[in-house]
Nanobody, 119 residues
Framework: VQLQASGGGSVQPGDSLRLSCSVS????????LAWFRQAPGKQREFVAR???????NYADSVKGRFTISRDNVENTILLQMNSLIPEDTAVYLC??????????????WGQGTLVTVSS
């Protein structure tokens, strides 16, 4: 497994959660990486990206609430999610985007990690 997401759970609106994506060293050191999510009954969508150099960009729906970062010691990418809302409920996945929009990715999708936001 090249990338494996973890850290999901069930939280209430307004809570915070931090997701981790473990990445093999070779991929981590040489690739832009990104988080995506797929809500029940909806298409998968781009959430956030971080380049090799640390530049980030976010989907408008999470801008100001989510922060993506790289842990260069643990070879992981992190997604700090604050002020969660029910619309953030989804399976969160990580991958290597091949284009800016994240329409194409390098690796097969894994199972991801489920985040449920509900009161």
């Amino acid at each position: 497994v090249q990338l494996q997401a973890s850290g999901g759970g069930s939280v209430q609106p307004g809570d915070s959660l931090r997701l981790s994506c473990s990445v093999s060293g070779r991929i981590f050191r040489s690739s832009d990486l990104a988080w995506f999510r797929q809500a029940p009954g909806k298409q998968r969508e781009f959430v956030a990206r971080i380049t090799i150099g640390g530049t980030t960009n976010y989907a408008d729906s999470v801008k100001g609430r989510f922060t993506i970062s790289r842990d260069n010691v643990e070879n992981t990418i992190l997604l700090q999610m604050n002020s969660l809302i029910p619309e953030d409920t989804a399976v969160y996945l990580c991958n290597m985007p091949l284009d800016y929009a994240g329409s194409f990715v390098r690796f097969p999708w894994g199972q991801g990690t489920l985040v449920t936001v509900s009161s």
